[in-house]
């Protein structure tokens, strides 16, 4: 088993530093215009001949309400019927991309995100997951992993049931905060029965895991009031966990700007919030499985890093990065092969194009040599916390050392520091060093001398 994390506060004031959350390297900064439709029709081509399962996100932008706080690609609207136009040429896109695919590869993972995907109608769920079905090889004995992003203040138990009976079983619930002054100033009442009837009816209908979203650094938040939340989410007993540092970037997000900043907790406040989060959750048995993710230990993602076949892709921490990704809709992303590629995050340039028979991709990348091998060691160490050079050295024939001197140096110094073990056969990320291990990854991030910090939330 893994050691626990340690808390090393001035460790974390060296090295709380901006950088990406490596989803992806290169990640979607690096994406330019150079990549297009015929860019992904070839990867698609490479997919279908070598027959690699599948994973889908499809992205659904509607959202009723706004949440202040939120950086997400969405729409804001009352309007249920603005969804129907939308859902049309997603369903054209579903259509030409799976033209392109064989029916033989299976889809293991299937994930709808937004936006609320609530916010779709009981009859357009359905007719969307039937138009998926049709397109795609879903699994229809419920072994593939099938989620969706719920809001409790857009689902009740009939749509638990709608959702089970479409084929998911997995669902990641939007809390963020219990507190109802902290609500207040983000816009989003949402009250813990609401969210308790959701998680009920997840488990009488046997949805195999459910994950809760929190988020610390809110306005009027404050260390004693997250742990109440923290406590009555533990309560709760979700399998997994996420808790999320608030970023404000009131430059980059409108919604942001109706954040009163003089309520934003202290730097050295949220750190209290992080470490007495990380306190409670290990006491109640959750295991640091990295990024602000916590999981329980019998669930597939602490099984998976204990095992060293945890993965990181768009959808974060993954069993299925083995799977080429395919985004579905409006900013979505696909990572296929070497090719990263996303749409227009544009609502009407997304629908103008598909209603012009043309898919809507209009960047991405694809990854040469030195990209594909600085993945490798970026995905290990921040997946598994270590990193053995032999493997990296037999899968791209380079001598590690040789290839990353002008490193060692940096390396070192994190070893002096206490962040990591090095020698010259790994690097270990000590206990002391896993919640900073995105500063870790950034030693070999080829890109990020060029790019503004700004872009980027701190690590901590």
Same mark, same amino acid.
């Given at each position: 088993?893994?050691?626990?994390?340690?808390?090393?506060?001035?460790?974390?004031?060296?090295?709380?530093?901006?950088?990406?959350?490596?989803?992806?390297?290169?990640?979607?900064?690096?994406?330019?215009?150079?990549?297009?439709?015929?860019?992904?029709?070839?990867?698609?081509?490479?997919?279908?001949?070598?027959?690699?399962?599948?994973?889908?996100?499809?992205?659904?932008?509607?959202?009723?309400?706004?949440?202040?706080?939120?950086?997400?690609?969405?729409?804001?609207?009352?309007?249920?019927?603005?969804?129907?136009?939308?859902?049309?040429? !997603?369903?054209?896109?579903?259509?030409?991309?799976?033209?392109?695919?064989?029916?033989?590869?299976?889809?293991?993972?299937?994930?709808?995100?937004?936006?609320?995907?609530?916010?779709?109608?009981?009859?357009?769920?359905?007719?969307?997951?039937?138009?998926?079905?049709?397109?795609?090889?879903?699994?229809?004995?419920?072994?593939?992993?099938?989620?969706?992003?719920?809001?409790?203040?857009?689902?009740?138990?009939?749509?638990?049931?709608?959702?089970?009976?479409?084929?998911?079983?997995?669902?990641?619930?939007?809390?963020?905060?219990?507190?109802?002054?902290?609500?207040?100033?983000?816009?989003? =009442?949402?009250?813990?029965?609401?969210?308790?009837?959701?998680?009920?009816?997840?488990?009488?209908?046997?949805?195999?895991?459910?994950?809760?979203? =929190?988020?610390?650094?809110?306005?009027?938040?404050?260390?004693?009031?997250?742990?109440?939340?923290?406590?009555?989410?533990?309560?709760?007993?979700?399998?997994?966990?996420?808790?999320?540092?608030?970023?404000?970037?009131?430059?980059?997000?409108?919604?942001?700007?109706?954040?009163?900043?003089?309520?934003?907790?202290?730097?050295?406040?949220?750190?209290?919030?992080?470490?007495?989060?990380?306190?409670?959750?290990?006491?109640?048995?959750?295991?640091?499985?990295?990024?602000?993710?916590?999981?329980?230990?019998?669930?597939?993602?602490?099984?998976?890093?204990?095992?060293?076949?945890?993965?990181?892709?768009?959808?974060?921490?993954?069993?299925?990065?083995?799977?080429?990704?395919?985004?579905?809709?409006?900013?979505?992303?696909?990572?296929?092969?070497?090719?990263?590629?996303?749409?227009?995050?544009? =609502?009407?340039?997304?629908?103008?194009?598909?209603?012009?028979?043309?898919?809507?991709?209009?960047?991405?990348?694809?990854?040469?040599?030195?990209?594909? !091998?600085?993945?490798?060691?970026?995905?290990?160490?921040?997946?598994?916390?270590? !990193?053995?050079?032999?493997?990296?050295?037999?899968?791209?024939?380079?001598?590690?050392?040789?290839?990353?001197?002008?490193?060692?140096?940096?390396?070192?110094?994190?070893?002096?520091?206490?962040?990591?073990?090095?020698?010259?056969?790994?690097?270990?990320?000590?206990?002391?060093?896993?919640?900073?291990?995105?500063?870790?990854?950034?030693?070999?991030?080829?890109?990020?001398?060029?790019?503004?910090?700004?872009?980027?939330?701190?690590?901590?």
């Amino acid at each position: 088993m893994l050691d626990a994390i340690r808390w090393d506060t001035d460790l974390i004031r060296r090295y709380d530093l901006a950088g990406p959350r490596y989803t992806s390297y290169p990640t979607a900064v690096q994406f330019d215009g150079h990549v297009g439709t015929f860019d992904l029709f070839h990867a698609l081509r490479e997919s279908r001949k070598a027959l690699r399962p599948l994973s889908l996100y499809v992205h659904v932008p509607f959202c009723a309400n706004i949440c202040y706080y939120c950086a997400c690609n969405k729409v804001i609207t009352k309007d249920r019927g603005r969804a129907l136009p939308y859902l049309q040429r !997603l369903e054209q896109e579903i259509q030409l991309i799976a033209c392109h695919l064989d029916p033989a590869q299976k889809v293991e993972q299937l994930h709808f995100g937004g936006g609320t995907p609530t916010f779709l109608s009981h009859d357009e769920l359905r007719q969307l997951m039937a138009q998926l079905r049709k397109s795609f090889n879903l699994l229809e004995d419920d072994s593939g992993d099938y989620g969706i992003e719920i809001d409790p203040r857009e689902a009740d138990w009939s749509t638990m049931g709608l959702l089970r009976e479409l084929g998911f079983n997995r669902v990641s619930i939007g809390l963020q905060d219990l507190d109802p002054a902290v609500q207040r100033a983000v816009n989003r =009442l949402q009250s813990l029965e609401e969210t308790r009837a959701v998680i009920d009816a997840a488990r009488t209908l046997q949805f195999r895991s459910i994950n809760i979203d =929190l988020i610390y650094g809110l306005p009027r938040q404050t260390p004693e009031n997250f742990a109440r939340t923290v406590d009555e989410v533990i309560n709760l007993q979700p399998d997994r966990l996420s808790v999320f540092n608030y970023a404000h970037l009131p430059e980059r997000f409108l919604p942001q700007r109706r954040i009163n900043s003089d309520e934003l907790p202290t730097p050295a406040q949220k750190l209290e919030m992080l470490q007495r989060t990380i306190e409670q959750l290990t006491a109640a048995g959750y295991r640091y499985i990295g990024m602000d993710h916590f999981a329980l230990p019998d669930d597939e993602l602490a099984i998976a890093q204990e095992e060293s076949t945890l993965q990181r892709n768009f959808q974060g921490y993954t069993t299925h990065g083995h799977c080429d990704l395919i985004g579905l809709g409006v900013s979505a992303i696909s990572q296929i092969g070497d090719l990263y590629c996303q749409n227009s995050s544009d =609502l009407n340039q997304y629908q103008n194009a598909l209603a012009s028979a043309q898919l809507a991709t209009n960047r991405g990348l694809l990854c040469n040599a030195d990209d594909r !091998l600085r993945r490798a060691v970026i995905q290990q160490l921040i997946c598994s916390f270590n !990193l053995e050079f032999a493997d990296i050295e037999k899968a791209f024939n380079i001598d590690f050392r040789g290839y990353f001197g002008e490193l060692w140096p940096q390396l070192q110094r994190m070893a002096e520091d206490g962040l990591i073990e090095l020698n010259n056969e790994r690097i270990t990320v000590l206990p002391a060093g896993r919640l900073l291990v995105r500063s870790v990854c950034m030693v070999f991030d080829a890109y990020l001398e060029q790019q503004n910090r700004q872009r980027f939330s701190r690590v901590i």
